[in-house]
């Protein structure tokens, strides 16, 4: 089991989470950060960390794994980040929208911190 990124995270990008990872196996992207499946230790203390609850157990994920999937990809394509910057200044425009990632979403990785 793991905890992964999942929609809401989209345009938010609060990265509030990075910071509490003991085992930083957070990565990031443009709009998006992944955890590595294979690094996490399903500890749980990045969950309650997200203001828009983007982090969840893979045993919420979609039927088909979605998520799980998006975020073991693009873990392995993006650098790590351990430490928060800047949030995306228009985020709360997009804190209560749904289906972001098929609308928004940006392969290009993040700068890394
Ligand atoms: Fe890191 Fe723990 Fe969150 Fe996994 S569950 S990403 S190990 S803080
Ligand atoms: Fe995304 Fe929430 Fe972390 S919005 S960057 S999962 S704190």
């Known amino acids: 089991m793991t905890y ?3 929609d809401a ?3 938010c990008k609060f990265m509030d989470c990075v910071e509490v990872c003991p085992v930083d196996c957070f990565y990031e992207g443009e709009n998006f950060l992944a955890i ?3 690094e996490c230790i ?3 203390v990045c969950e309650p960390e997200c203001p828009v609850d983007a982090i969840k157990p893979d045993t919420e994920d979609d039927a088909d794994g979605k998520w799980l999937k ?4 693009y873990a392995k394509a993006w650098p790590n980040i351990t430490v928060k910057g800047t ?3 228009d985020r709360a425009e997009f804190e209560r929208e749904t289906g972001k990632f098929e609308k928004y979403f940006d392969p290009a990785p993040g700068k890394g911190a």
């Not at 998006?70 to 990809?73: E, F, G, K, L, R």
């Open 70 to 73: 998006i975020n073991a990809d």
């Open 9 to 11: 995270c989209v345009k």
């Open 42 to 44: 399903d500890c749980g």
């Open 87 to 89: 949030p995306p200044a």
């Open 36 to 38: 590595n499946p294979d």
């Open 4 to 6: 992964i990124v999942t």
